[in-house]
């Protein structure tokens, strides 16, 4: 299944843009205007801007592309839809195959290039404005962001190492008691894999959801709704939040946020499991 997708209002304002520990700040891609652009003849505007295509994923009515810039240490996912740029969604550095731990780089002056008018200019349809910090623009009222209906209280982007549970494969010699002889061959095994992830958290009053990484995905889950997994048994207390999603029938992590030091810990069945810390989103001077 598809799990790059990601809501406009949610993913623009889930943005780190400073290193561990200080708070993160939405920045610009420099792509805000190329939304309704002709998806073939923008690519070649996309690669001037310095970004290049790290893969993608075609979705049900959709397709998705991940695109990296380098000065900008900026990860951005396009949905692609009847040939034009539906959206384009600022996202976490390991979706363009790059460290948990890089952060977009504050320090970035460059200014969006001019797009040529010939062959792409956008459909008026599909303008969306970017994002500013405390506009009154839809999904923002007066400033906080609105999630189907819901003013999202606490929003967490965090960065660590998740865990799970994979397959390993190699070659030894074996007996063979019908054949009485020793023989080499292949074999399988069980072994816990570990790698960079990065996570999203929302909360609000009575629930939440979180946002998974691909490699926090079994195959077999329950789909969630595009990529975000609802958080239920929420427990929220001045010091520590708690909580727990449905990753399948047989997978129910637990979510402990410790609001103090900013530190996440997801555990769920055999070796699956994240361990980090988050960056709040907003301009608060404290953690969380």
Same mark, same amino acid.
């Not at 990601?6 to 780190?16: E, G, I, M, V």
């Not at 074996?174 to 399988?188: A, F, I, L, Q």
């Not at 996570?199 to 691909?214: A, K, S, Y």
């Given at each position: 299944?598809?799990?790059?997708?990601? @809501?406009?209002?949610?993913?623009?304002?889930?943005?780190?843009?400073?290193?561990?520990?200080? &708070?993160?700040?939405?920045?610009?891609?420099?792509?805000?205007?190329?939304?309704?652009?002709?998806? %073939?003849?923008?690519? $070649?505007?996309?690669?001037?801007? %310095?970004?290049?295509?790290?893969?993608?994923?075609? !979705?049900?009515?959709? @397709?998705?592309?991940?695109?990296?810039?380098? $000065?900008?240490?900026?990860?951005?996912? +396009?949905?692609?839809?009847?040939?034009?740029?539906?959206?384009?969604?600022?996202?976490? #550095?390991?979706?363009?195959?790059?460290? #948990?731990?890089?952060?977009?780089?504050?320090?970035?002056?460059?200014?969006?290039?001019?797009?040529?008018?010939?062959?792409?200019?956008?459909?008026?349809?599909?303008?969306?404005?970017?994002?500013?910090?405390?506009?009154?623009?839809?999904?923002?009222?007066?400033?906080?962001?609105?999630?189907?209906? /819901?003013?999202?209280?606490?929003?967490?982007?965090?960065?660590?190492?998740?865990?799970?549970?994979? &397959?390993?494969?190699?070659?030894? =010699? *074996? =007996?063979?008691?019908?054949?009485?002889?020793?023989?080499?061959?292949?074999?399988?095994?069980? /072994?816990?894999?570990?790698?960079? $992830?990065?996570?999203?958290?929302?909360?609000?009053?009575?629930?939440?959801?979180?946002?998974?990484? /691909?490699?926090?995905?079994?195959? &077999?889950?329950?789909?969630?709704?595009?990529?975000?997994?609802?958080?239920?048994?929420?427990?929220?207390?001045?010091?520590? +939040? /708690?909580? *727990?999603?449905?990753?399948?029938?047989?997978?129910?992590?637990?979510?402990? &946020?410790?609001?103090?030091?900013?530190?996440? *810990?997801?555990?769920?069945?055999?070796?699956?499991?994240?361990?980090?810390?988050?960056?709040?989103? !907003?301009?608060?001077?404290?953690?969380?």
């Amino acid at each position: 299944m598809p799990i790059m997708k990601s @809501s406009t209002a949610l993913t623009a304002l889930l943005l780190a843009a400073t290193s561990v520990p200080t &708070i993160a700040n939405a920045q610009s891609t420099g792509l805000e205007d190329m939304v309704g652009a002709r998806a %073939g003849q923008a690519e $070649a505007e996309l690669q001037r801007r %310095g970004y290049v295509n790290t893969g993608g994923q075609q !979705g049900d009515d959709r @397709s998705y592309t991940n695109w990296w810039n380098a $000065a900008r240490r900026q990860c951005v996912t +396009i949905a692609t839809m009847n040939g034009r740029y539906n959206s384009i969604q600022p996202t976490t #550095a390991p979706d363009c195959r790059q460290s #948990a731990s890089t952060r977009p780089n504050p320090n970035y002056q460059g200014q969006p290039a001019s797009r040529p008018r010939p062959g792409y200019e956008p459909d008026p349809g599909y303008g969306q404005p970017p994002y500013r910090p405390g506009g009154n623009q839809p999904g923002y009222p007066g400033g906080g962001l609105v999630v189907d209906g /819901r003013n999202v209280d606490l929003g967490l982007v965090c960065f660590g190492d998740g865990s799970k549970t994979g &397959i390993a494969s190699g070659t030894t =010699w *074996t =007996w063979n008691r019908d054949r009485d002889r020793y023989e080499y061959g292949t074999y399988n095994t069980t /072994r816990t894999e570990v790698f960079d $992830a990065s996570l999203m958290v929302q909360t609000w009053d009575g629930g939440g959801r979180i946002r998974l990484p /691909r490699s926090l995905i079994p195959p &077999i889950n329950s789909r969630g709704n595009s990529g975000w997994w609802d958080l239920y048994d929420m427990s929220v207390s001045p010091d520590v +939040i /708690r909580a *727990t999603y449905r990753l399948n029938g047989l997978n129910k992590p637990r979510i402990v &946020i410790d609001r103090r030091s900013g530190r996440i *810990t997801v555990q769920g069945t055999a070796s699956y499991g994240f361990r980090g810390t988050c960056d709040m989103i !907003g301009h608060e001077p404290r953690r969380f």
